[in-house]
T-cell receptor
Framework: AQSVTQPDIHITVSEGASLELRCNYS??????LFWYVQSPGQGLQLLLK??????LVQGIKGFEAEFKRSQSSFNLRKPSVHWSDAAEYFC?????????????FGSGTQLTVLP | DTAVSQTPKYLVTQMGNDKSIKCEQN?????MYWYKQDSKKFLKIMFS???????INETVPNRFSPKSPDKAHLNLHINSLELGDSAVYFC???????????????FGPGTRLTVL
């Protein structure tokens, strides 16, 4: 069965600093990988996704992620964090479940941004 | 212009009651989902419907029964509510039968259920 690990429960960075959120997955086939963001009291918004091709994926709000098959990782990065980026970030893998493909989420990383 | 909407946003109820959460999407998508997010923020899929047909049914108590009157709606009915059902429930939709595509799932705002 597929699984996703986000090793960092909580990360704190200063505004303007760079950010990297870690994600490791376990899946036997080629994964479809996603990063979602959840702001307080809000639903999940897709930041970016990887299906194939270029392993460096650009997303919204200045985020990017790099797929590294050899490390089973899909880390999320942003060169300069803004205070509005404070939120919970979820990595997910889209994997087969019978006749469908379902999302399996990691446990999330809470990002705090200091002024 | 809401893409995926859920009602109610908050639901507080007593143990043993029966309640429903409604979900509607106006994106013309064929597939809809219910996820449960527990107190530790862990999201887990519960059900998925494609064109009103159940295609994913994870290990969920049979007190939970999804109902899809048409492909734009997927409601979640919960019988005999228990304390452990307290969570945020998210509805989502995707354009097609996701296994054949690289579909993105679009999520609703969530329904926070509190069972007292």
């Amino acid at each position: 069965a597929q699984s996703v690990t986000q090793p960092d429960i909580h990360i704190t960075v200063s505004e303007g600093a760079s950010l990297e959120l870690r994600c490791n997955y376990s899946y036997g086939a080629t994964p479809y990988l996603f990063w979602y963001v959840q702001s307080p009291g809000q639903g999940l918004q897709l930041l970016l996704k990887y299906f194939s091709g270029d392993t460096l994926v650009q997303g919204i709000k200045g985020f990017e992620a790099e797929f590294k098959r050899s490390q089973s990782s899909f880390n999320l990065r942003k060169p300069s964090v803004h205070w509005s980026d404070a939120a919970e970030y979820f990595c997910a893998v889209g994997a087969r479940s019978g006749s469908a493909r379902q999302l399996t989420f990691g446990s999330g990383t809470q990002l705090t941004v200091l002024p | 212009d809401t893409a995926v909407s859920q009602t109610p946003k908050y639901l507080v109820t007593q143990m043993g009651n029966d309640k429903s959460i409604k979900c509607e999407q106006n994106l013309g998508h064929d597939t809809m989902y219910w996820y449960k997010q527990d107190s530790k923020k862990f999201l887990k899929i519960m059900f998925s419907y494609n064109n009103k047909e159940l295609i994913i049914n994870e290990t969920v108590p049979n007190r939970f029964s999804p109902k899809s009157p048409d492909k734009a709606h997927l409601n979640l009915h919960i019988n005999s509510l228990e304390l452990g059902d307290s969570a945020v429930y998210f509805c989502a939709s995707s354009p097609g039968l996701a296994i054949f595509s690289t579909d993105t799932q679009y999520f609703g705002p969530g329904t926070r259920l509190t069972v007292l």
